[in-house]
């Protein structure tokens, strides 16, 4: 799977994240403070990652910064992106589960290297409901 991944900073886990996708077996596109090239400013670059997935560069991303309110505020300006801000593996869960998320976002500053993997092993083992309520709430998603 291809992942596109945002940072703001390289502190928390920035780089971690990176590291776990690659250890993973996933080909990564990096923007922000993890491009020399780019931009690093959370607005920028999470808006560059999600791009990447709402127009088909990506199959998915994760945004990161501080707090990580902003990285998903920005990826969810970009249609097609349904971005969750996840704090735990439970969250992880069920923003795949019940919102079909694919863009993860992620705390810089509150994401431990144990929560980090907690998440991203709940990320990928999360299945999209196919519930008719389920799917028909993401599908009004797609339509506002």
Same mark, same amino acid.
């Given at each position: 799977m291809r992942f596109s991944v945002a940072a703001d900073s390289k502190d928390g886990v920035a780089e971690r994240v990176v590291a776990q996708l690659r250890r993973r077996g996933h080909? #990564? *596109? +990096?923007?922000?403070? /993890?491009?020399?090239?780019?931009?690093?400013? %959370? =607005?920028?670059?999470?808006?560059? =990652?999600?791009?990447? #997935?709402?127009?088909?560069r990506a199959d998915q991303g994760v945004v990161c910064c501080w707090t990580g309110t902003g990285a998903s505020i920005a990826a969810n300006k970009v249609p097609g992106v349904r971005a969750a801000l996840c704090v735990d593996a439970y969250t992880a869960d069920g923003a795949r589960r019940w919102n079909?998320?694919?863009?993860?976002?992620?705390?810089?500053? /509150? +994401?431990?290297? #144990?929560?980090?993997?907690? *998440? /991203?092993?709940? %990320?990928?083992?999360?299945?999209?409901? +196919?519930?008719?309520?389920?799917?028909?709430?993401?599908?009004? *998603?797609?339509?506002i």
């Open positions: 080909e #990564v *596109i +990096t923007h922000g403070a /993890l491009n020399d090239d780019e931009r690093d400013d %959370w =607005a920028w670059a999470c808006e560059l =990652a999600a791009r990447d #997935v709402g127009e088909g079909d998320a694919n863009v993860l976002a992620l705390s810089l500053r /509150l +994401t431990s290297d #144990v929560v980090l993997e907690e *998440i /991203l092993d709940a %990320w990928f083992e999360g299945r999209p409901s +196919t519930d008719p309520a389920d799917v028909a709430n993401v599908g009004h *998603i797609d339509e």
